[in-house]
């Protein structure tokens, strides 16, 4: 048989080999990040809209602000107010509260090891030069630092595999990422412009891939 054709043949069965073996990448969304049985939950399906969001509201206020005290005092008195009544519409806040706690911070165990892709908003940890070596991907605009931090199952803690990191064009950039998801719990220091925070993390990447956003 001619060199050349067996040179050809061996490359085309190579490459074929390698395409076999290739690790199926997996699309996700941050839907997929909280187990489906608990998506599906929905404790104040007996309420109307404006009842649902007065509870979310409460909770939201019991879990977000300081100590009672005097800059504080009006917002509890608006909370003291809201709270019988709901009661009395049938609402369990501990219950509702115990819930909410189990959604935001129970994780997928079965994503573990699995090559995955999905979008987010980059947020930066570390950077070498101009380039972005460990960030946070979040699902929206904000999250961490203008507003209190998505739940735990929400973040992503991302460290970049491509020698020198990822060039990122902006704080928030939204990207893909694609890499080897493991669940993880951590807490990781940010640094912000009054001081650093605490973010409490569900998940862990090893970004092979990061490409701005596209649909």
């Not at 690790?23 to 996700?28: A, C, D, G, H």
């Not at 219950?95 to 995955?116: C, D, F, N, P, Y």
């Not at 972005?132 to 699902?139: G, I, K, Q, R």
């Not at 009054?194 to 990447?205: E, Q, R």
Request: aromatic share 6%; net charge neutral; with cysteine.
């Amino acid at each position: 048989m001619n060199k050349t054709i067996q040179t050809f043949i061996i490359i085309v069965c190579s490459s074929l080999l390698l395409t076999a073996g290739a690790e199926p990448v997996r699309q996700l969304s941050w839907d997929d990040l909280i187990p489906k049985h608990l998506r599906s939950e929905e404790l104040l399906a007996d309420l109307d809209q404006e009842q649902r969001d007065m509870v979310n509201w409460v909770i939201n206020m019991l879990e977000n602000l300081p100590n009672r005290g005097p800059e504080t005092e009006a917002l509890y008195k608006e909370i003291d107010e809201a709270m019988p009544t709901l009661t009395k519409a049938g609402v369990d806040f501990a219950a509702v509260m115990a819930k909410r706690k189990e959604i935001r911070t129970a994780v997928v165990e079965e994503l573990s090891g699995q090559h995955i892709r999905v979008p987010g908003y980059l947020l930066p940890l570390e950077i070498s030069g101009e380039k972005v070596t460990e960030f946070l991907l979040v699902p929206y605009v904000g999250a961490c630092i203008h507003v209190p931090p998505p739940p735990p199952n929400q973040i992503v803690h991302v460290t970049v595999l491509r020698k020198g990191g990822y060039k990122s064009n902006k704080i928030y950039e939204p990207v893909w990422v694609t890499g080897k998801i493991a669940v993880k719990s951590m807490n990781k220091e940010l640094h912000l412009v009054d001081g650093s925070a605490g973010i409490n993390i569900g998940y862990a990447m090893q970004a092979n891939h990061i490409a701005p956003y596209k649909k």
